[in-house]
């Protein structure tokens, strides 16, 4: 990492070495450190095994996160409770880390829902789908938050893509404006579908903070530790009142864009095999290992744990039926609407019109 | 001709018009080395060059506030939306600028500006992926738009938006992308002025009792309804462009059949297909002998993939209007 990208934080080094950092530190219990581990891998095997089904035509479609389960888990672990996550589609290990169940992430790509699940209760938004809208969304939040007086923070979930959206620099401009309780976290997996990160612009995108007027801070997006810590400072900073901090995790996305996408038209396949060598569930697991806080055991334990998730994946994808034709009527309005009655109708008499010359 | 997908007859209709002027520009997200999420602009980058062929930053807005600059020091951009429903963040500059530059110049600025756009759903897509929004773009004074349903007119309309002096929105029926047909391209769609006129709606199959009015991706689906219509004889009038709408060839054939249904992808309410029974009540009062009627998708946002067969009209659909329009 040192090579490319020196202002990074980093706490643990791509060969599991604990180092030290001026002024980023954790201290974390050894339950703690194996939960993130846990995390990490549960997050990926659930990643895989969508993976999967989209091939096997279960699933229309999958993002897959893999290689950013570091920056994910890091910065939704250190989310208070009542804090409230935005994410893209991408931010499986996020949605893990505020509880929703695998089997809610997949509807929207099995086909069946638009949503998945209902966000107050996990204080976690839809997958975002259109580039930068909910980086806005999340800064309104933060603004309802801080009219309340209350202490919860908002952290808005991104790529380095979307860094160009005219919605997420307005959001930075409101979130400055407001001095919201917002955390902007970027994920630079230095891609945006074929278009390379620096597309996007021509400093690195954490400075970019200073220029709307608060701080950006780079961090090792592969090194839980480090996106834990630096998240940490960033959501104390928003909680005593002190406004917005952008983290860019640098990162890497080690799948393709989507299962559509095929990264081998423009990108080298020796960058991957770069960054194999910095994957961040391999460093944390030789840092557990070499300081004797989980052994070969807890590593089966949870690689058998995940074995499970990923059963229950597979029949629960297959057992997913989609809803009743009628349904797409259900919630367009939260009022009577005499137009959408009218149509429901339409259809169900036309739909029996099959039954009836079938019978 | 050659028998070609309608995603490599547009591409063969880009490098036409690229090679024809040296101004026309490609601008939009993925579109150089990707070659376009579709693969439309496939091969385009490497043979025209970076400068002609551009990688956008992700903004759509940007993409097209700066294709009105572009257009102001004499460019001709051809601009990629990525999807339907990204189009939106670019919404305000199409509609506010680009829309009405040449008109608050007193026409002293053109703004020969095309802007692609896959649309329409059927391939089982994620959300906002799946939409039809061209009445908001009809419905707007000073935009032209266009929409092809086969290979050929894809062909010849591409270059043909390209060479319009005023801004068109150029709507791709996703779901017709990888149907093949064959395409004459020895033809140059300027040469062709009358023959291959992209504002002329076209009779793409003639018949006597009903004329279903249609365009894009519902082109086919309507011809499969007549293929299959025994007792009912449908004349199918694609559109191709929905503004302005030819109403010489679409009220002509109504004079002859007497009974229009309309049929479109998009909502039912506001739509095309709204306007047009309008301008046919106006127009053919007298030779009417049902109401103009419309086959459309749902007042609701586009639905779950799993359900969208539901919201999108089909040959049953398409069939089951024309036989209520027979039984007036
Ligand atoms: C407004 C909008 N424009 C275009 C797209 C199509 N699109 C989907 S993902 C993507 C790239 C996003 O890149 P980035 O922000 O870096 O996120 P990543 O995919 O790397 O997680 C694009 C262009 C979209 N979803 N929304
Ligand atoms: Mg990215």
Redesign the pocket.
């Known amino acids: 990492m040192a090579d490319e990208r020196v202002s990074a934080v980093q706490l643990l080094t791509p060969e599991g070495q604990r180092v030290a950092h001026p002024e980023y530190d954790i201290n974390l219990t050894d339950a703690e450190l194996r939960g993130l581990y846990r995390d990490m891998v549960l997050v990926r095997r659930i990643d895989t095994e969508a993976t999967a089904l989209q091939r096997q035509g279960e699933l229309g479609l999958w993002?897959p996160c893999l290689g950013q389960e570091a920056a994910q888990v890091g910065s939704a672990r250190a989310m208070a409770p009542n804090d409230f996550a935005f994410p893209?589609f991408?931010e499986h290990g996020v949605t893990w880390c505020r509880g929703v169940a695998a089997l809610d992430m997949l509807a929207i790509l099995r086909g069946i829902s638009n949503g998945g699940w209902d966000p107050s209760l996990h204080r976690c938004g839809p997958y975002s789908?259109?580039?930068?809208a909910q980086v806005l969304h999340g800064v309104g939040y933060a603004m309802g938050v801080q009219f309340d007086g209350a202490e919860d923070v908002a952290v808005t979930y991104?790529?380095?893509?979307?860094m160009a959206?005219g919605d997420v620099n307005e959001a930075f401009v409101f979130a400055a404006s407001f001095s919201a309780p917002v955390v902007f976290f970027c994920?630079n997996?230095q891609?945006?579908?074929s278009q390379p990160?620096d597309r996007q612009g021509n400093i690195q995108l954490y400075e970019r903070a200073n220029g709307f007027g608060f701080p950006g801070v780079q961090v090792d997006g592969n090194d839980v530790l480090a996106v834990l810590a630096v998240t940490k400072v960033a959501l104390e900073r928003a909680r005593s009142g002190n406004g917005p901090t952008l983290i860019e995790a640098y990162t890497y996305?080690m799948g393709a864009?989507t299962t559509s996408d095929d990264p081998t038209r423009y990108r080298l396949a020796g960058e991957l095999e770069t960054w194999r060598l910095r994957d961040p569930i391999e460093r944390l697991k030789a840092y557990l290992a070499r300081q004797g806080i989980a052994d070969r055991s807890y590593f089966d334990q949870i690689e058998q744990e995940g074995e499970k998730l990923a059963e229950q994946i597979r029949d629960g994808v297959r057992a997913m039926v989609p809803p009743k034709p009628e349904s797409m009527f259900d919630d367009v309005y939260s009022e009577p609407h005499a137009r959408i009655d009218e149509q429901r109708a339409e259809m169900l008499e036309y739909l029996a019109s099959f039954e009836d010359a079938g019978g | 001709m050659t028998n070609l997908t309608m995603v490599k007859a547009i591409n063969a209709g880009l490098r036409k018009a690229m090679e024809r002027d040296p101004k026309v520009l490609l601008f939009g997200?993925?579109i150089g080395r990707l070659g376009g999420v579709f693969r439309v602009t496939d091969g385009l980058q490497k043979d025209f060059g970076e400068h002609r062929v551009l990688d956008a930053p992700?903004a759509?807005s940007g993409i097209v506030g700066t294709a009105v600059g572009l257009a102001m020091r004499g460019y001709r951009p051809v601009l990629e939306i990525?999807?339907d429903g990204?189009v939106y963040?670019g919404f305000d500059q199409i509609v506010s600028q680009v829309a009405k530059f040449h008109r608050r110049m007193d026409g002293a600025v053109a703004m020969p500006i095309t802007i692609r756009i896959p649309y329409g759903g059927g391939i089982g897509a994620v959300e906002?992926h799946s939409e039809s929004p061209e009445a908001y773009f009809a419905h707007t004074a000073g935009l032209r738009v266009l929409t092809p349903s086969d290979p050929q007119s894809a062909y010849l309309t591409i270059q043909q938006a390209i060479t319009c002096n005023d801004p068109v929105i150029y709507f791709e029926p996703k779901r017709r992308y990888w149907d093949k047909g064959e395409v004459d391209e020895s033809q140059s769609a300027l040469d062709l002025g009358a023959v291959a006129d992209p504002w002329r709606a076209r009779i793409v199959k003639a018949g006597s009792d009903v004329t279903v009015a249609c365009y894009g991706p519902m082109v086919r689906t309507c011809l499969e309804a007549a293929a299959v219509a025994t007792d009912i004889s449908l004349e199918v009038v694609d559109l191709q462009a929905l503004a302005p709408i030819d109403y010489e060839t679409l009220v002509a054939s109504v004079q002859r059949t007497s009974r229009l249904v309309v049929v479109h992808e998009a909502a039912l309410s506001g739509g095309v297909g709204a306007e047009i029974a309008a301008r046919i009540g106006e127009k053919c009062f007298y030779e009417l002998e049902a109401p103009v009627t419309r086959v459309a998708g749902f007042d609701v946002p586009y639905p779950a993939s799993r359900i969208e067969e539901h919201f999108l009209p089909d040959l049953n659909r398409v069939l089951d209007a024309a036989e209520r329009v027979m039984g007036y």
């Open positions: 993002a893209t991408r789908i259109v580039i930068g991104f790529g380095d893509g979307a959206q994920q997996n891609w945006a579908i990160s996305r864009h | 997200e993925d992700l759509e990525q999807f990204f963040p906002h």
